[in-house]
Nanobody, 122 residues
Framework: QVQLVESGGGLVEAGNSLRLSCAASGRTFSSYVMAWFRQAPGKEREFVAATSRYGGSTLSSDSVKGRFGISRDNAKNTVYLQMNVLKPEDTAVYYC???????????????WGQGTQVTVSS
């Protein structure tokens, strides 16, 4: 089992950057695929990006490709989401998730953090 705690959210103007962090408890962090999802008010939770156990493979959604990057540091039990050129439509609660398979499907992820709010003003 793993517990996940996100941080780094906040209010930022469009065009700027933020880096989200997700710290995981436990000694088996490298055994999990890690992902970021987001949920805007009134919308379903959607996939943002995912990374394989050692970071060799990544996936990202078309809406963030070229602007967001996912990375992980297994020595620190932490996964990051670097968000550049932020847009108002990126406003959402961002969730960190852990699972067994590299996937865009949220049902593939068994463990979730509480989320961190990102608000992008125009």
């Amino acid at each position: 089992q793993v517990q996940l705690v996100e941080s780094g959210g906040g209010l930022v103007e469009a065009g700027n950057s933020l880096r989200l962090s997700c710290a995981a408890s436990g000694r088996t962090f490298s055994s999990y695929v890690m992902a970021w999802f987001r949920q805007a008010p009134g919308k379903e939770r959607e996939f943002v990006a995912a990374t394989s156990r050692y970071g060799g493979s990544t996936l990202s959604s078309d809406s963030v490709k070229g602007r967001f990057g996912i990375s992980r540091d297994n020595a620190k039990n932490t996964v990051y989401l670097q968000m550049n050129v932020l847009k108002p439509e990126d406003t959402a609660v961002y969730y960190c998730a852990a699972g067994a398979f590299l996937s865009r499907d949220l049902t593939s992820y068994n463990y979730w953090g509480q989320g961190t709010q990102v608000t992008v003003s125009s």
